[in-house]
């Protein structure tokens, strides 16, 4: 790297730059159209200087949208709160189980375990309309259908894979005879298990959580079939701004920059984490 | 009562899609109080196994363990009373070094006083004392293998097992914590087991070395008797440095004793009235057996097997003197010079009281004569 020449160095410049302008672009757009009003981003040619407005801000916060056909009721803040309490809700869920069958995955061997671990794990590759026809008959038999608990157990499709396998591996990487040295010092398994094992796979985990959070976030069509207008997330309700009046870009714009704020607050929080979970593989001894 | 008690121990390690693996085969072994015991073996003759059942993180898979006459084979690791330093220290990432050690020590009834003091009574014996406020990863690996025995040695329990406990320490270093070690086991009467593949190792530190091979206790005697008396060809074999000289003969019946005979010019009379009841049967049985000579019981200079010599080393205060003879290669360790060079013709001095005498078996029919 020292010995690079003016010329690469130059280059490797103008190569990260069209990276980040081509992966950036859209979402400084999108930050930009939630502070205009829909004529504003119809314009043409589109202007970079306009007279910032709240009103799509406004209209969704306060549920009343204005449009050329009348006013129009939205749920935009309701399906936030959907959105947070069923991601949370899966995650939680999802780490309650996921966490110690990990643990169980990576330290027994047991019949088919790895079956096991491979058919959960093929949940993640099977598409979800696969299952969804099936499981919406079957939600409507056990009244499971529109209810917040259907969703987060739905959710598990997504959440519990992803932190079963992630997780294992940070159990994997934690030599079981730490474990085991506490152990013979007079505790139990499941003390070894709580002060021992999940402490020092705490960064794995909680990149692993944040990982599902944000999966389950930005699912749509599980919430789309499986939930009525009450307990829709975010993702299904935007679609409440295609109107009849026409599309309502400033609303939806608004929405998005909404709906990406707690996740992006999330990752930056659990930043340090993750960090020290990748870390973590490098300084064990 | 034996402080320890195995009695019968199989280890199966069976595993889908692979054939089982035997790791131990019916092991029997008492350990008393106070003792120290080494399990001696290659990689992979089953001690470490063996010490991982004692300790609970392997399951017999069938034979008991008994610990003060109290079976423990199926209670967990937490109530079986034993400590154990790791192979691989297993020190807690998020502890300093100091609270490493002291954990064991604070789950008991112990005042915070008393821990401290302890701790750093056990610092001071391993010379940990100046990093006991590091965190376990910016310390190396032979100060990690320190605190993993301190932490062991500073608890207290029935049994102590320590599974390669210096196989990271500077050879200097290692020797000076192997005095330590042994006279505060010996002070406080600690019982202690350890692993080790390291023969200066077990023989510096045991009152009592069990040989391993292949899942198969070979003999658990002092130093002096498995160099003195070894049980088998293995053992003969395996103990000493360097190793035994073994040689195959052919066995005749002669003036009411035997001859062994290496070829036409090397034969030994080994006279029948040393020779008791049973070796006297197998050896009329056999038509060919091993005879083996420690290399310090050789005489070079004199005798009449003569040997001609393929190297000779003088190490500063031994000569280790290296010749052919009938096809097998011969080596003696002698306390002076010798002057030989490579291809000289050199008489060696093979005394038939110093034979130990194998049966194809490998079990020894006749043990050499303590001088």
């Given amino acids: 790297m020292e010995h690079e020449s003016l010329a690469g160095r130059i280059f490797r410049g103008v190569a990260l730059t069209l990276i980040l302008v081509f992966f950036m672009f859209p979402i400084a757009w999108i930050l930009l159209m939630s502070f205009q009003t829909n004529e504003q981003i119809l314009r043409i040619p589109p202007r970079l200087l306009f007279e910032p407005t ?3 801000y406004e209209a969704l916060i306060s549920g009343q949208l204005h449009t050329a056909a009348g006013n129009l009721e939205i749920t935009f803040m309701r399906n936030l709160w959907n959105s947070l309490v069923l991601s949370s809700g899966a995650v939680a869920l999802a ?22 671990a491979f058919t959960l794990l093929s949940f993640r590759f099977a598409p979800p309309l696969l299952v969804l026809l099936p499981l919406s008959l079957y939600y409507q038999e056990l009244g499971l259908n529109d209810t917040y608990f259907g969703i987060v157990w739905v959710y598990q499709l997504i959440a519990l894979p992803l932190i079963l396998w992630i997780v294992r591996g940070y159990f994997e990487d934690i030599s079981p005879d730490i474990e085991h040295a506490y152990r013979l010092a007079g505790h139990s398994w499941r003390e070894a298990f709580t002060r021992i094992a999940v402490p020092l796979a ?39 701004f295609v109107t009849a009046s026409g599309i309502q870009y400033g609303q939806i714009a608004a929405a998005i920059v909404l709906s990406v704020t707690p996740t992006l607050l999330l990752a930056l929080y659990a930043q340090r984490y993750l960090v020290e979970g990748l870390s973590l593989g490098a300084v064990k001894g | 009562m034996a ?16 054939p089982p693996v035997h790791a131990v085969r019916s092991l029997d072994m008492e350990v008393e109080k106070g003792e120290i015991v080494a399990l001696l073996g290659s990689s992979g003759c089953g001690k470490t196994s063996t010490l991982r059942m004692i300790a609970g993180f392997e399951s017999v898979t069938s034979g008991s363990i008994a610990v003060r006459g109290r079976r423990i084979d199926a209670l967990p690791p937490a109530r079986r009373k034993v400590a154990m330093a790791f192979e691989g220290y297993s020190l807690y990432p998020p502890l300093t070094v100091r609270e490493n050690i002291a954990f064991a020590l604070k789950s008991r009834q112990v005042s915070r006083s008393e821990v401290s003091r302890r701790v750093e009574a056990i610092a001071r ?15 190396s690996g032979g100060q990690q293998q320190r605190v993993s025995l301190a932490r062991a040695l500073v608890r207290d329990a029935d049994l102590y097992l320590l599974d390669e406990p210096m196989g990271q320490l500077e050879p200097q270093l290692r020797a000076v914590l192997r005095g330590r070690i042994k006279s505060l086991l010996a002070e406080r009467e600690m019982t202690a087991i350890f692993v080790t593949h390291d023969q200066t190792e077990a023989s510096a530190l045991a009152d009592r070395i ?10 658990f005697a002092s130093e002096k008797e ?27 019946r002669a003036d009411g004793g035997f001859r062994l005979s290496v070829g036409p010019e090397v034969a030994f009379y080994i006279s029948g009235d040393g020779l008791d009841q049973t070796a006297q049967r197998a050896l009329a049985a056999a038509p060919r057996v091993r005879v083996g000579i420690r290399p310090q019981r050789i005489a070079v200079g004199e005798g009449a097997v003569r040997v001609r010599i393929v190297s000779n080393q003088w190490l500063g205060d031994q000569s280790h003197v290296a010749g052919e003879c009938a096809g097998h290669l011969l080596i003696a360790v002698v306390p002076n010079r010798v002057a030989a060079r490579p291809g000289d013709v050199v008489p060696f001095a093979l005394g038939p009281r110093h034979l130990n005498i194998f049966g194809a078996d490998g079990v020894c029919i006749r043990h050499a004569e303590v001088s």
Avoid at chain 1, 104 to 115: D, I, M, P
Avoid at chain 2, 210 to 219: F, I, P, S, T
């Fill in chain 1, 54 to 56: 709240l009103a799509n």
């Fill in chain 2, 125 to 139: 014996l391993v010379e940990i004392e100046d990093i006991l406020e590091n965190y376990p990863r910016v310390i």
């Fill in chain 2, 226 to 252: 498995l160099k003195e008396r070894p049980a088998n060809l293995f053992v003969a074999s395996f103990i000493g440095e360097p190793p035994m000289n073994l040689l195959e003969t052919e066995v005749k």
């Fill in chain 2, 210 to 219: 069990a040989v391993m091979e292949d899942g198969v206790l070979q003999q």
């Fill in chain 1, 202 to 240: 705490g960064p794995g985990i909680a990149a692993a959580g944040l990982l599902s959070f944000i999966f389950c976030w930005n699912n749509f069509v599980f919430a789309l079939i499986l939930a009525s207008a009450d307990k829709q997330p975010v993702t299904v309700g935007a679609l409440a």
């Fill in chain 2, 3 to 18: 402080m320890l008690e195995l009695r019968g121990i199989d280890k199966v390690y069976r595993s889908h899609g692979r």
């Fill in chain 1, 95 to 116: 780490l309650l189980l996921g966490v110690p069958a990990a643990y169980a995955f990576a330290r027994f061997k047991f019949r088919l375990g790895e079956t096991i």
